[in-house]
Each structure stands twice: as structure tokens, then as C-alpha cells.
């Protein structure tokens, strides 16, 4: 009996060694066959986009949440899609949260427009282009892209959520009253701004629909309503930078836009991420009877003073027999007043800024 014990002992061994060398031989393949049942039961992970589901179509151009579109028309319908959207998808939302889907983009939509007109994109395929943070729609160049890593390396720039600095008027715009939501940094000086920005970029992936911008209120006047200003706090007035919520209605039936608006009464994270979900979603702000407008602030006219001219040398005995041009001498050139002054580079900049090219379109909801 021992003996038998023995050698079924012997031999259990032996096939456990024989299973393990077979699992270790036939491991890539064995896991290439168990990822291509995994893929072939959940699907490539890429949707499909009616265009004539007008709410899926504003929520995927407007809503902020990164997608990655593949346009297809009347033709390309039963084509296959490049081999690598179809490796990718699945990665690019795992990593990335960035979703794959195909849309007819040569159709017209509700209002009668294609997305291709919509955002002047390309009028006939191949195209693919990448919406996020509620910008305007990115043409990828899918040209020589093969793998994952390299549609990863196109796409990444774009995903990028910043707090944008308002310098001109047309940025205020652009960047803050045309957007459904925008979360608006006040500050006075660089320590306020910093604070407040340490606090607000860890929410800024989970906030893609709204636009966060920064207003150096030390030289822009924003103009609200006696009702928005009752609600900013009165303890924290000058000691912190002040973040405010300003929310654009969809335009009526008359095509007019209103704005509702709300401060952040304490400036803490965690009141934070619940304020800009609350702003996103409208819930107890107030309205605004005139859109918020921004000023530069009148500046203080310069204190000029004069110099104090430099002492005169004694002047010297000369002979009165000797003809002297007493035009100018080089001294008293060099001590008059100068007729024309060099203008400040702070100056020149600013007046340039109005020729910047903005960074992205204010937002229309109309498709």
C-alpha cells in the first residue's frame, strides 16, 4: 500500500509538471485566444451615432467627455474601420476615458447643417477628429498610424484641461460667456491665483464641460448684478481670490441668452468639486438680468517729475578779440528735457493682445 501511495504520488506530480510546461509553452497563445474571446463577446467597444438622435449628438459635441469620431458616409457605411480604432478602443477608455464611436458627419442634422459644416471640417472622408473639454472638434491625421502608441502620442495634447487667463475682451467671450458653465478665478495678486488653482486642478478632469478661466481683477472690472454680489461671502472679501459661477441658458425662441450666477462661499476642497457640479447643473444660482460684461480699469494718470538739471560749470574768461558760436554747446544739449520717451513694454504688449488668435470658438448649442 505504502508503495502505491507512493507512486500515485509520483505520477500525480508528473502531470502537474506536464500541465505547468504546456501552460508555459503555449502562454502567448493561450492568452491571445482568451483576449480575442474577451473582444469578440464585449464587441470593439465602438458605438455608432445617429445623427438623428439630436440629445446623444449635443451631449457628445457639447457635454465636454472626450471622443474620438470616425465620420462615414452613405458609401463607407459597410466598410471596416481602421484595424487600429478597433485594437485601441477598449485602451483608449481605459486609459485615456476617451470614447470611440462612428457618425455620418455629411448628413444634415436637425437644423439642417452636417456636423462638417457645423465646424468647417473636411466635406468628404476620410476624417477623423477628437471633441473634448468642450473645444471645438480636432481633425486626428490617422496617416501612418498603426498602433495604440501612436494614436495615444496625436491624441493626448488635445485632452489637456488648463485654467485660460482672460486677457482681452474677445477671450471673456470666447472662453467664459459663450459656454454653458464657466468657473471664474478672481484674483488681485500671483499668491491668491496659485492658491486657488492648487485647490481646482485636481477637479478639472472630472469638470470637462465647463470652462475654468482666470481674471486679474487688480485690472478687469466684471459688472453683476446686485443679486450675484449678495451672494459672495463677506469674510473672506480681499484675503482670497473669489470663484464665481457664471451659466449660460440655451437661447429661446426669440434667440436671446441669459446668465445665472453664483460665488463659492468657502474656498476649500471639499466644498469645491460640489459647487462646480452645482453649477453645471443650474441648481440655485440666480439670474441675471444683463449678460456679465468685463472692463479694463481706468488707469491713474503717470506723476511726472521734472529733473533736476545738473550745476552749470563756472564759465570761463574768454577773449573777447575771438569769434565763439554760442548756438548750443554739447552740455547743454545733453541736459535739456527730451522731446519723445520710449514707450513701456508692458504697454506695447498689452495693446497686442487683441491680435492674438484665440485658442477656441465660443460655443453655439444649435447643431
Known amino acids: 500500500r505504502r508503495l502505491a501511495k507512493e507512486q500515485d504520488k509520483v505520477s500525480w506530480k ?71 480604432l478597433e485594437e485601441s478602443a477598449h485602451t483608449l477608455y481605459s486609459s485615456l476615458s476617451v470614447k470611440t464611436a462612428t457618425l455620418n458627419c455629411w448628413d444634415p442634422t436637425e437644423s439642417g447643417r452636417s456636423v462638417a459644416q457645423r465646424f468647417g471640417l473636411n466635406l468628404k472622408p476620410p476624417m477623423t477628429f477628437l471633441v473634448a473639454n468642450n473645444n471645438k472638434p480636432r481633425l486626428v491625421n490617422m496617416l501612418g498610424v498603426s498602433r495604440y502608441e501612436d494614436l ?20 471673456w467671450t470666447s472662453f467664459c460667456t459663450n459656454r454653458k458653465s464657466c468657473i471664474v478665478i478672481g484674483h488681485k495678486n500671483k499668491a491668491q491665483l496659485d492658491y486657488a488653482q492648487d485647490l481646482i486642478k485636481p477637479t478639472l478632469e472630472r469638470h470637462r464641460g465647463s470652462k475654468f478661466v482666470s481674471l486679474d481683477t487688480s485690472f478687469w472690472q466684471l459688472k453683476l448684478d446686485d443679486g450675484v454680489l449678495a451672494t459672495r461671502s463677506a469674510d473672506g472679501k480681499g484675503k482670497s481670490a473669489d470663484v464665481l459661477c457664471l451659466s449660460r441658458d440655451e437661447a429661446s425662441s426669440k434667440g436671446n441668452t441669459t446668465h445665472s450666477g453664483l460665488f463659492l462661499q468657502s474656498l476649500d476642497s471639499s466644498s469645491l468639486d460640489k459647487f462646480i457640479t452645482a453649477c453645471e447643473t443650474r441648481q440655485q444660482l440666480v439670474k441675471l438680468e444683463k449678460p ?36 548750443g554747446s554739447r552740455d547743454s544739449l545733453n541736459n535739456e528735457e527730451p522731446l519723445f520717451e520710449a514707450v513701456d513694454e508692458d504697454e506695447d504688449d498689452e495693446d497686442g493682445d487683441e491680435d492674438e488668435e484665440e485658442e477656441s470658438e465660443g460655443e453655439e448649442i444649435e447643431i
Open 152 to 171: 495615444e502620442k496625436k491624441l493626448k495634447p488635445a485632452l489637456k484641461v488648463n485654467v485660460n487667463k482672460i486677457k482681452t475682451l474677445k477671450q
Open 292 to 327: 456679465p460684461k468685463i472692463n479694463a480699469r481706468p488707469t491713474k494718470p503717470k506723476k511726472v517729475t521734472a529733473p533736476t538739471p545738473a550745476p552749470r560749470p563756472p564759465t570761463q574768461q574768454r577773449d573777447a578779440s575771438k569769434k565763439v558760436d554760442r548756438v
Open 14 to 84: 508528473k502531470q502537474a509538471g506536464v500541465i505547468a510546461a504546456i501552460i508555459l509553452m503555449c502562454g502567448a497563445g493561450l492568452m491571445q485566444f482568451v483576449m480575442t474571446v474577451w473582444g469578440f463577446l464585449a464587441g470593439t467597444g465602438i458605438s455608432h451615432i445617429s445623427i438623428q438622435d439630436t440629445a446623444q449628438l449635443k451631449s457628445v459635441l457639447f457635454d465636454g467627455d472626450p471622443w474620438l469620431v470616425y465620420c462615414v458616409n452613405n458609401e463607407t457605411m459597410g466598410q471596416r474601420i481602421p484595424q487600429v
